[in-house]
Structures are given as structure tokens and as C-alpha cells.
């Protein structure tokens, strides 16, 4: 069965900092990746997205993403992180036709000011 | 205003009680979900729909049922709701490359 696996559930950083979220998935075929933010008390809202091309991918607010098929990876990164970054993470994957994403168990950032 | 709206954004009922969520959208999309968040569980599939005629489960459709009464609204069901389906719910809707676009959320507690 397909499955997305977020490797940190809850991070804790110090303003300026740098952020990675790791994000592995099982699936052999062509896939779209997703990343989406959901800040407290808000529903969730795209970061950035994979199709095709350019494997590192630009995001709002500063976020990108590396695609790396070999590894089945779709990280997350950002150079330095703001306290209003604080919010829930969750990596998604759809594949194919289905018309379906399956989601990571989210990554909990906290921010320290 | 919103492209996706849930009603109601919070619930509490008893156990036993049948409850339907609500959900519209503008997006002018085929495609429709539901979810429920548990905290440490990320989004799990419960229903979804391609089109008015197509309704299919997702990994947890045990204990609830969908209505998809036109390509805009998307209705889940607890027929007899129970604690443990105290949750956050979530509708969605997605283009055809299947970036989604989620509503606020309704807030569900089964006492």
C-alpha cells in the first residue's frame, strides 16, 4: 500500500534558524507532491508543489522543496525561520489517476521568538 | 468569500445522534473529499466523489456515509455517532492534477 512518512513529528527552533521536515514515500510510479501548512486554529493551504521539471521547488513565504526520485523524497526546507512559521506541516503525495493524495502524520513546528 | 465552506464549524452531540456535515464549494471542481485530522494521525480519507454519480470509500468510511447532492455540495453523515469519531473534519475539493483546496474545518465532539 502506498504511504507517506514524515520522520519528525515535532520540531522546536529558535528564531533564524534553519528548517528541514523530511518526507519519504512508497510508491513506484508518477507521482505529485505536496506540501501544506496548516497554522492554528486554520484549515490547510498549499506551500508548494512537484508535477514535473526542476526538482527543487519554490514555495510561498520562503519554503522550497527537493524532489529526489531515487531516494523517494520530497523534503522541506527553509534558511531561516520566522516565528509565525509556527503551524502544523504535512507532506502529501498523489499518484497517478487516482485522484487521491495520501498525507504524512503532519511535522509540528514551534518557533521560539 | 470562501472557495470551500463547511457548516457547522463546531459540533457537540451525544452518542447515538445522527449528524450531517455540510459542505459547499465555488471552485467549480468534480472532485470532492472528506477527512477527519486526529492529532498524530495526520488527514485520513474517509469518502470521496468525481462526480455527482461517483461515490467511493476511502482507508476509513466505517460509520459514515456521503451524499453528493450536486457537483457543489458534498454532505457526510454519522448516522449514530460515537466518541471516538470526535474529530476535525475537513472537506475538500481538487483540480485534476490533484492539488486540493480544503474548507475551515468542523470541529465534531461526540460526548
Known amino acids: 500500500a502506498q504511504s507517506v512518512s514524515q520522520h519528525n513529528h515535532h520540531v522546536i527552533l529558535s528564531e533564524a534558524a534553519s528548517l528541514e521536515l523530511g518526507c519519504n514515500y512508497s510508491?513506484?510510479?508518477?507521482?505529485?507532491l505536496f506540501w501544506y501548512v496548516q497554522y492554528p486554529g486554520q484549515h490547510l493551504q498549499l506551500l508548494l508543489k512537484y508535477f514535473s521539471g526542476d526538482p527543487l521547488v519554490k514555495g510561498i513565504k520562503g519554503f522550497e522543496a527537493e524532489f529526489i526520485k531515487s531516494k523517494f523524497s520530497f523534503n522541506l526546507r527553509k534558511p531561516s525561520v520566522q516565528w509565525s512559521d509556527t503551524a502544523e506541516y504535512f507532506c502529501?503525495?498523489?499518484?497517478?489517476?487516482?485522484?487521491?493524495?495520501?498525507f504524512g502524520q503532519g511535522t509540528t513546528l514551534q518557533v521560539k521568538p | 468569500d470562501a472557495d470551500v465552506t463547511q457548516t457547522p464549524r463546531n459540533r457537540i452531540t451525544k452518542t447515538g445522534k445522527r449528524i450531517m456535515l455540510e459542505c459547499s464549494q465555488t471552485?467549480?471542481?468534480?472532485?470532492m473529499y472528506w477527512y477527519r485530522q486526529d492529532p498524530g494521525l495526520g488527514l485520513r480519507l474517509i469518502y470521496y466523489?468525481?462526480?455527482?454519480?461517483?461515490?467511493n470509500k476511502g482507508e476509513i468510511s466505517d460509520g459514515y456515509s456521503v451524499s453528493r447532492q450536486a457537483q457543489a455540495k458534498f454532505s457526510l453523515s454519522l448516522e449514530s455517532a460515537i466518541p471516538n469519531q470526535t474529530a476535525l473534519y475537513f472537506c475538500?475539493?481538487?483540480?485534476?492534477?490533484?492539488?486540493?483546496?480544503f474548507g475551515p474545518g468542523t470541529r465534531l465532539t461526540v460526548l
Open positions: 475538500a475539493t481538487s483540480d485534476p492534477v490533484n492539488e486540493q483546496f
Open positions: 502529501a503525495v498523489g499518484s497517478g489517476n487516482t485522484g487521491k493524495l495520501i
Open positions: 466523489s468525481f462526480d455527482v454519480k461517483d461515490i
Open positions: 510508491y513506484g510510479g508518477t507521482v505529485n
Open positions: 471552485k467549480g471542481h468534480d472532485r
